[in-house]
């Protein structure tokens, strides 16, 4: 055999064994791949059932700690409930209790009031006797005794009235009662109210200005024919300002710029002697009352020349009917002596003739 083909057999053989070789290593890789492959499955399905095992544990456990959450709840409230139920029954029984003492005290004052009736109508009596022995005295005893009566009864039975606390914050400029203008527009005292949505307690002698400053600032708008945001930006309020605010808060937190108009404030300032220290940003609640008792100064003085003109009227009219009656008085007594002459003239004739 040549060298050359047994060097081609050892070629081949080598080439058959780096092949078969070759067959081995990829079967066995196959083979580890395989395991692996079936390692990672075991290993993936283990983690797969202990996470679902996990996750049942964690939805039980939310599940009895949302019961006891419940459970919590519900117990709360019960106690809420029965919380409320207490104030309630509590709420009654101080209800009642004000009313029983309501009651009490407008028993008092009604038993008070006729008390005091009793005894004002006992002593006119003895007044009235005392006037037939001491008539000037006892006119003046009657009058004291009388005003003072009145003034305690009035002072029990309407003192709520008098002590008028919408009355307090503000001046009255007009003089005129709430009941005064309800009466001029044909209305009853509680239609007036609530036409303009004042508070149903108000009482009749509210002064007009009060009324008008607790009439909140939409009734306000209303009236001059907007709506809150467009007084709003027509008056620059601030924005603690609501539609439910008072006018009289409300005014009070412009500035004066904003009431008058920027043009007018030196005027304003000038007219009402606002002194150096006020200027258009000066809250008008500053100078409200100033502004206020100068107009009702002003409306008083108004009020005092047309009394005084009626007054000089009334008195000249009296003059004029005097004089009228003296002319017809010296009329009748020139008529009566006329009268009285001729029937002296006549007797005298007739007496005359008598003694011819």
């Not at 609530?194 to 009439?215: C, H, Q, V």
């Amino acid at each position: 055999m040549s060298d050359e083909k047994k060097l081609n057999e050892e070629i081949s053989e080598a080439a058959q064994e780096a092949q078969n070789a070759a067959d081995t290593a990829s079967e066995n890789i196959r083979e580890k791949a395989g395991d692996v492959v079936d390692a990672v499955k075991e290993k993936a399905e283990e983690i797969v059932g202990t996470a679902q095992e996990k996750a049942d544990e964690i939805a039980d456990a939310i599940d009895e700690k949302a019961d006891v959450i419940v459970d919590a709840i519900d117990e709360k409230k019960a106690e809420i409930a029965e919380k409320a139920d207490e104030i309630t029954d509590a709420i009654d029984e101080k209800k009642a209790e004000i009313s029983e003492k309501a009651e009490d005290v407008a028993d008092a004052i009604e038993d008070k009031a006729d008390e005091l009736l009793d005894t004002i109508e006992d002593k006119a009596e003895e007044i009235a006797e005392d006037v037939k022995k001491k008539p000037s005295s006892a006119v003046i005893i009657a009058i004291i005794a009388v005003i003072a009566a009145v003034l305690i009864v009035l002072g029990i039975i309407f003192g709520p009235s008098i002590f008028n606390p919408y009355n307090k914050k503000y001046v009255d400029v007009s003089g005129q009662t709430i009941k005064d203008i309800s009466d001029q527009m044909g209305m009853s005292l509680d239609e007036f109210k609530e036409r303009f949505d004042l508070p149903k307690n108000m009482p009749a002698n509210t002064s007009e200005s009060a009324a008008y400053y607790t009439m909140p600032v939409s009734m306000i708008a209303s009236m001059r024919g907007t709506d809150f945001e467009g007084l709003k930006e027509l008056f620059h309020f601030p924005d603690t300002i609501t539609e439910d605010t008072t006018w009289g808060e409300a005014e009070g937190e412009m500035a004066l710029k904003d009431v008058v108009t920027e043009e007018n404030v030196d005027q304003f300032i000038e007219y009402y002697n606002l002194g150096d220290d006020v200027n258009g940003d000066t809250l008008y609640k500053e100078i409200r009352d100033i502004v206020d008792n100068a107009d009702r100064e002003a409306n008083l003085a108004s009020q005092q020349d047309v009394e005084d003109a009626a007054q000089d009227a009334a008195v000249n009219d009296d003059n004029s009917t005097t004089d009228t009656a003296d002319t017809a008085d010296t009329a009748d007594t020139a008529d009566t002596a006329d009268t009285a002459d001729t029937a002296n003239a006549a007797d005298t004739a007739d007496t005359a003739e008598t003694a011819e």
